[in-house]
């Protein structure tokens, strides 16, 4: 099975603070992607990555940065953490499909509880 | 900018009620449509897709969709909901092309009393 790992299930966080959100997956995926989670708002994406060191901006990358260094590792970072960053966060990866472009299913991390006080 | 609009925020539903759940989303090109589900305290995890062919799709947990074009909808149905699929429910969309990402809807939380 598909695992996708984020490093940490909750943390908290001071207002200011640079912060590293870290994301592993075991499958060779070449998709990566980093959603944030909020009560009535569904998933917004923040930024993914079809490639190592590509990074596309998602719906909401303001406040984010991202980074792919290794084709298993897509971190997310918060440059300085905000109150209004507080979510869970939700990393997932996929594959391409050889034709390219069709998505095929997403595999999802357990999520990041991130509270910024 | 594409978008995904799911009609209903909360469903309350009896046992053995039918189900049908509202997606439609806004993008005039070829797509992809899933439904996702996350049950309480559990991850996300694909209920089913529509890529191309029988625009009736079948997924896991006796749960359909079906897509219509004219339409720019997706929606699932459920002919009788069990308790067991109290969960929230997200439709997603992500236009048939390379370097796009899977845009989702807002979410609709299904409560079914036994």
């Known amino acids: 099975d598909v695992k996708v790992t984020q490093s940490s299930r909750y943390l908290v966080k001071r207002t200011g603070e640079k912060v590293f959100l870290e994301c592993v997956q075991d499958m060779d995926h070449e998709n990566m992607f980093w959603y944030r989670q909020d009560p009535g708002l569904g998933l917004r994406l923040i930024y993914f990555?079809?490639?190592?060191?590509?990074?596309e901006k998602g719906d909401i990358p303001e406040g984010y940065s991202v980074s792919r260094e290794k084709k298993e590792r897509f971190s997310l970072i918060l440059e300085s953490a905000s109150t209004n960053q507080t979510s869970m966060y939700l990393c997932a990866s996929s594959l391409n499909t050889p034709k390219g472009g069709a998505w095929k299913k997403l595999f999802f991390g357990s999520g990041t509880q991130l509270s910024v006080l | 900018a594409q978008s995904v609009s799911q009609h209903n925020h909360h469903v309350i539903l009896s046992e053995a009620a039918s189900l049908e759940l509202g997606c439609n989303y806004s993008y005039g090109g070829t797509v992809n449509l899933f439904w996702y589900v996350q049950y309480p305290g559990q991850h996300l995890q694909l209920l089913l897709k529509y890529f191309s062919g029988d625009p009736l799709v079948k997924g896991i947990k006796g749960f359909e969709a079906e897509f219509i074009k004219s339409k720019f909808s997706f929606n699932l149905r459920k002919p009788s909901v069990q308790w067991s699929d109290t969960a929230e429910y997200f439709c997603a969309v992500n236009p048939n092309q390379a370097g796009t990402a899977l845009i989702f809807g807002k979410g609709t939380t299904l409560s079914v009393s036994s």
């Open positions: 990555s079809y490639d190592v060191k590509m990074k």
